[in-house]
């Protein structure tokens, strides 16, 4: 057996010919030490030597200064095989931490510092990793891994960080599979820069299945999400799990997973390599091929639950904490729903779903914006005049909502099976959908694609012959829709409601693509809702009543630009998720305990789990202060804290295991904020790093001048100061000493005017920057702070 086996990229040289050195120096103590250089063969190393090589191998570094995915795939398989390894990062290169802190799933290993050769031969030789009677595996994944009784039911899906053409029609199409009855975990790049191996490593052990989809290196953020994304496939390699690697035809596939890894030309074959092989995957009847251990610490068996809603929707029914938004969604009001990632919009529009799908005179359409033709729909409205653009979002939307509900008629239809005779109204339904010029059995991806190729060629071919507003209504089928309407109202005339939810319209909200254009698309549902349910309320003798409603859950930021964009702002709907009563948010953690805990009562968490005080602080007002009171971000912390105390060996969460976990929440809660917000405030990210080392209350005036430090320019500091108030980073002091942070619209108004009257000179105005960053930014505590 060999004591230890180095990976490290092949450039820069210097790091191969520091590695190289270490090599031989450890030899020369006596060492038994190989690279993956000495594995060469004929001038090819090939993987199968590479991964044999770390199973004989006592303990393996690898070395991280430079984020590679091919160190990335054997520091993963090295973990899982239960070696003991050291992660190496050269001092000299300064960008070495920040790239390690920023890959962040690998945290809980941390690294270890070297100079030179001579530096890292004498740390390892006095560490003696190949000696460690305990591994990584041992403290950190044998713990969080499922009973070996546990089925692999799930499909574990890695999707790329920005939604492109590929990336949004395979992530519909994992959606898809995910209504069939598939479950779907995501590891989604949006959030996982919280998820770490302790996440990871069970993901993978629950799942038969992971699929990994790698984006070229011209896309955004590549680079660390694609390491990310080799740990994973180090880590299913290592324990057993069958991996799927699909990749954009620009990547370049590190040879150590070359041959696992198919690359695709265009959309559709991505999809159809994910369908091949997702239907050649087995979900029942998989032996676990790595026994394991029972778990020895009771925290072992607890979680709270994931912090993103789609990865536990069987068990969100269980532990679901009803607020006022859920009963505007379940009491038909027509409106939109705001709240800042996190809030529990998803969680909203997902439990709305099952409470009014169990009705059975309820029809319910989910519709979600990933499959919508983006980079399509943004090219043919881009060839349309100004003033029909507006116009053309009206009837694409329009469009979508109407052929969607006549699909999930057809579905039900088509469920009750052949032997269930149809009514006349059915019947008449079902020949307009044979004759129909829009296939209903197809999804709305492939509608809005023939409807779109037919509207951009129209254009395209410069046919003047109909007015453009024709040819839209040509495109998007506005006889045919008529007709629709007719046979639905024929069809849907006897059910209670018609209830239409719309999630995840911030897929389309990226840097890269024309936001004014993105705006418009969501305006254009907000006024084909209101049009769609005043048509669907009409009855005269061509068309029946139908009680149709729609419910649009909406991200905060994007609310605030659209406001910007509205002809009339104040005259949208809203109704706001939030959660800022403290008992109700932490009711969240209560009513997940009850279930994690086997019925246990949920109020005794707090004396079963958790300490009674943390600083001399009751640990319920300790953790509704430390967090945005977001139900995403208090389990963020609750699982901290409980991966602390395993990772401590504590059988309990103590309080310096919630120090802790606040130091990780606040990490989280800050590259979230740039991943949501970064989009419309470019200058975010030097925003908020102007507040690192700051006092926790500031004046206006102070934090204009620590912002053109920071290099925004002085004609957008106010702006960005507004963007901060917007997104909870900053709260205005709306009573002496009481410090606000205001959801968007009427409320943020408010507590403006009140910030005026408590100091008229606004640069005089005081702020306080909210405590969920305090640990990040370092932050310099004031008086009565």
């Known amino acids: 057996m060999i004591d230890v086996f180095f990976g490290y990229p092949s450039s820069p040289r210097s790091i191969g010919d520091t590695m190289r050195r270490t090599v031989t120096q450890l030899i020369q103590q006596g060492v038994s030490a190989k690279s993956w250089e000495d594995l060469d063969v004929d001038g090819r190393v090939v993987i199968s030597r590479v991964l044999s090589q770390i199973d004989q191998s006592a303990s393996a570094v690898f070395d991280l200064t430079q984020l590679?995915?091919?160190?990335?795939?054997?520091?993963g398989y090295a973990m899982a095989r239960g070696k003991s390894i050291r992660i190496l990062l050269d001092q000299s290169v300064t960008s070495g931490k920040q790239d390690f802190n920023e890959l962040s799933t690998l945290k809980p290993l941390g690294y270890t510092s070297y100079f030179n050769s001579t530096d890292l031969?004498?740390?390892?030789?006095e560490s003696t990793p190949w000696e460690d009677e305990r591994t990584a595996y041992d403290d950190l994944l044998e713990p969080s891994l499922p009973e070996v009784s546990e089925p692999r039911d799930s499909l574990l899906y890695c999707p790329t960080f920005d939604p492109f053409e590929a990336s949004s029609r395979l992530s519909a199409f994992i959606d898809e599979r995910r209504k069939r009855g598939t479950q779907v975990l995501v590891s989604d790049p949006k959030e996982s820069s919280f998820e770490p191996i302790t996440w990871l490593a069970p993901s993978i052990m629950r799942s038969a299945g992971v699929l990994i989809h790698f984006a070229g290196p011209h896309r955004n953020?590549?680079?660390?999400?694609?390491?990310?994304?080799?740990?994973?496939a180090g880590l299913a390699r290592g324990l057993d799990t069958p991996i799927f690697m699909l990749a954009e035809p620009e990547y370049d596939a590190p040879f150590d997973y070359e041959a696992l890894l198919q690359k695709y030309t265009y959309a559709r074959e991505c999809v159809q390599l994910a369908r091949d092989w997702l239907d050649s995957l087995p979900f029942e009847g998989v032996d676990w091929s790595r026994p394991r251990r029972s778990p020895r610490n009771p925290l072992s068996l607890l979680k709270f639950g994931e912090h993103v809603a789609e990865n536990e929707l069987n068990e969100l029914s269980e532990y679901f904490v009803e607020t006022?938004?859920?009963n505007d969604v379940i009491d038909a009001r027509d409106t939109i729903f705001v709240g800042h990632r996190g809030t529990g919009k998803t969680a909203n529009a997902f439990r709305a779903l099952d409470h009014l799908r169990?009705?059975?005179?309820n029809l319910v359409v989910l519709i979600k914006p990933p499959a919508f033709e983006f980079p399509a729909m943004f090219e043919t409205v881009m060839s349309l005049p100004a003033g029909q653009q507006d116009y053309f979002f009206d009837a694409l939307w329009r469009f979508v909502i109407q052929s969607e509900v006549g699909s999930a008629v057809l579905q039900a239809i088509d469920a009750r099976g052949p032997t269930i005779p149809v009514s006349a109204d059915e019947q008449r339904f079902i020949n307009y959908v044979e004759n129909a010029p829009f296939d209903l059995r197809a999804d709305i991806s492939t509608r809005l694609e023939q409807t779109l190729d037919h509207l951009s060629h129209r254009v395209a071919s410069g046919d003047s012959s109909s007015p453009r507003r024709d040819l839209i209504n040509e495109a998007f089928h506005a006889q045919a829709l008529n007709q629709l309407r007719s046979v639905l109202g024929g069809v849907l005339r006897t059910r209670r409601r018609v209830a239409i939810l719309v999630d995840n319209l911030d897929k389309g909200w990226d840097k890269n693509v024309d936001l004014r254009l993105v705006a418009k698309f969501i305006l254009g549902l907000l006024v084909a809702r209101g049009n769609v349910v005043r048509d669907f309320d009409r009855q005269d003798w061509w068309r029946d009543r139908v009680r149709l409603t729609v419910s649009v859950f909406l991200r905060s930021d994007i609310y605030h630009y659209l406001r910007t964009?509205?002809?009339?702002?104040?005259?949208l709907p809203l109704?706001?998720?939030?959660?800022q009563d403290a008992n109700t948010l932490l009711h969240v953690l209560e009513a997940r305990y009850e279930v994690k805990a086997g019925g246990r009562p949920g109020k005794s968490v707090w004396d079963e789990v958790f300490p009674p005080e943390v600083n001399d602080i009751d640990t319920r007002t300790f953790i509704a202060s430390s967090v945005q009171p977001r139900p995403r971000d208090v389990l963020v912390l609750a699982n901290a804290a409980v991966a602390s105390a395993i990772d401590r060996g504590n059988n309990r969460i103590t309080c310096s295991d919630m120090i802790a976990a606040r130091e990780v929440y606040s990490n989280y809660a800050f590259d979230a904020l740039l991943v949501e917000n970064g989009v419309t405030v470019p200058e975010l990210r030097s925003a908020l790093y102007s507040l690192l080392g700051a006092p926790a209350i500031l004046s206006r005036a102070q934090l204009s001048t620590g912002?053109?430090?920071?290099?925004?320019?002085?004609?957008r500091v106010d702006r960005t100061i507004e963007k901060l108030i917007s997104i909870c980073v900053l709260g205005p002091e709306a009573h002496a000493n009481d410090f606000v942070y205001p959801e968007v619209g009427s409320e943020s108004e408010r507590v403006e005017a009140l910030a005026r009257r408590v100091q008229p000179r606004v640069p005089e105005q005081r702020l306080k920057i909210h405590d969920a960053y305090h640990p990040y930014l370092e932050t310099v505590p004031t008086a009565g702070n």
Do not use: M
């Open 324 to 326: 006022s938004a859920y």
């Open 575 to 579: 109704s706001t998720v939030k959660w």
């Open 565 to 571: 964009e509205a002809r009339e702002p104040d005259k």
């Open 121 to 125: 031969s004498s740390h390892l030789l």
């Open 68 to 75: 590679n995915s091919n160190v990335a795939f054997e520091l």
């Open 358 to 361: 169990a009705n059975k005179t």
């Open 707 to 715: 912002l053109v430090e920071a290099g925004i320019a002085e004609d």
């Open 221 to 232: 953020r590549s680079t660390v999400i694609n390491v990310r994304h080799a740990i994973a």
